[in-house]
């Protein structure tokens, strides 16, 4: 069996994404559901060899985290782009 292998890049997407679940469940589920569609709608639209971009996508959710990390209560019911 073939072990599939993650960048670095991908490993940091991984663990950002793990951590905003983690804070997000401390939040309520309508906040989950936003981590997993922004997450998700990230995914389609940025370009995997758009390493700028991604970089910087993971700065900003790290920024985004502390902030959710931050607030006592956060309500997330839709995702617009």
Do not use: C
């Amino acid at each position: 069996m073939k072990v599939k292998v993650h960048s670095g890049l991908q490993l940091q997407v991984l663990a950002l994404y793990k951590k905003a679940l983690q804070a997000a469940k401390h939040k309520d589920q309508d906040t989950v559901r936003y981590v997993r569609e922004r997450f998700r709608g990230d995914v389609r639209h940025i370009d995997r060899k758009d390493f700028v971009l991604i970089e910087y996508m993971l700065r900003k959710g790290e920024r985004d985290l502390k902030t959710l990390d931050k607030m006592k209560s956060a309500h997330f019911t839709n995702v617009s782009h």
